[in-house]
């Protein structure tokens, strides 16, 4: 199928539903960041090589955690007590952490400069944020995402100490419950997040519930150290 290109002169996405086989929406564009929080809201999200042109994707199956299907293992939640966490002082660094990380299944990374600048944007807006774990006031691991109504959209994460991104995913889980959260967009299935509690929904269930939340607000206090 032709894969539509992205008109510079507007937002506006093809519908989802309109995907190819793979899961790609369109191409072109920018990261322009309405373009980007446009993107999210209609359950689409930038996925793409640094030579190429910017991919926009909504993959099926879509993967999801429940925040109640979250599994704390045993041994987590040891490993949780040798750590500390913050919330949103370390933005950038978090994504440049992701964007180094090596990843045996891929070359290189998506998580290039734009990307970068374009999330540490919304960041400022207070639409992407991040959880930081640090061991002797040192950054060892973390995540990133965005904010779409009642939904967390994550991105990417990052461990240089064992557990040090399941300890941040579990901090995230558990404030996202006390805050009011409906669950998290964890994108593309994988087993490491199949193995916290994670589920396989169709993307037309996943569109279904994104629908009912996106425009809700929630009284955001990422400020603050856990």
């Not at 950054?139 to 959209?153: A, E, R």
């Not at 006390?178 to 269930?205: M, N």
């Amino acid at each position: 199928m032709n894969i539509p290109q992205l008109s510079s002169y507007t937002l506006n996405f093809p519908h989802p539903s309109q995907a190819s086989e793979e899961g790609i929406v369109a191409w072109g564009g920018d990261l322009n960041p309405s373009r980007l929080v446009r993107a999210y809201q209609n359950g689409i999200f930038p996925w793409y090589s640094q030579d190429d042109p910017i991919l926009w994707w909504s993959p099926t199956p879509r993967l999801i955690m429940e925040l109640s299907d979250f599994k704390l293992h045993r041994s987590l939640k040891k490993s949780m007590k040798k750590f500390t966490y913050k919330f949103d002082t370390n933005f950038v660094q978090v994504m440049q952490k992701c964007a180094n990380k090596e990843r045996p299944e891929q070359e290189g990374s998506w998580i290039n400069s734009d990307l970068i600048e374009a999330f540490s944007v919304l960041h400022g807006q207070g639409i992407a944020h991040c959880v930081e774990t640090y061991k002797d006031d040192k950054l060892v691991g973390g995540l990133y995402g965005l904010v779409i109504g009642k939904v967390f959209c994550g991105e990417s994460m990052f461990a240089d100490e064992n557990d040090a991104s399941k300890a941040a995913y579990a901090v995230l889980v558990q404030h996202l419950q006390e805050w009011g959260y409906d669950f998290i967009d964890c994108q593309v299935p994988t087993q490491h997040l199949k193995s916290l509690g994670a589920k396989e929904v169709s993307r037309e269930e996943f569109l279904s519930r994104l629908e009912k939340v996106k425009m809700d607000t929630i009284n955001n206090k990422w400020l603050i150290q856990p």
